[in-house]
């Protein structure tokens, strides 16, 4: 998978497999999702071109959905949980900490490609509230003086 936001790939074989099919659109938007781990701009532009639909229109879709990313996922997929038990445990606090330290929003990855951030509702562990989970792994009861050490963790390894 790549890591950063050109991509060179060339999709008219995408388009000719899904042309005059309906939904081809987001048939192809899938196929780019799960190949990338997002859709990279320069093929939607390539899209646009192809499928002679406007680029807004593509942007249109791929914000109105969830599953499609315009980001490169990164190597440790961040997941805080904002549910009502974690929230009202401080889940709020501990985002911001892993903004400020990441510098990066929800739904962003870091420069480097190591972090992305999500915030998702209910990990299913709500008495361990707050909780996050990277890659997997879950991290529950975490409090915000935690969180600079939970990342350097990763940071190490890579
Ligand atoms: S509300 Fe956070 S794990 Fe359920």
Redesign the pocket.
Known sequence: MEQNTTATGDVSFLVEKWRDKKGSLIMILHEIQNHYGFVPRDISLQLSKLLDVPLARIYEVITFYNYFKLDPPGKYTISV???????LKG?PEIVDEIKNLLNIEEGQTTEDGLFHLDV????????????MMINGQIYGKVKRSEVVDILSRYKKED
Do not use: F
């Not at 949980?81 to 929230?87: H, I, M, Q």
């Not at 998702?120 to 909780?131: E, K, N, T």
């Open positions: 949980c904002l549910g009502t038990a974690c929230y889940a998702v509702r209910c990990l299913g562990c709500c008495g361990l509230a707050p909780v």
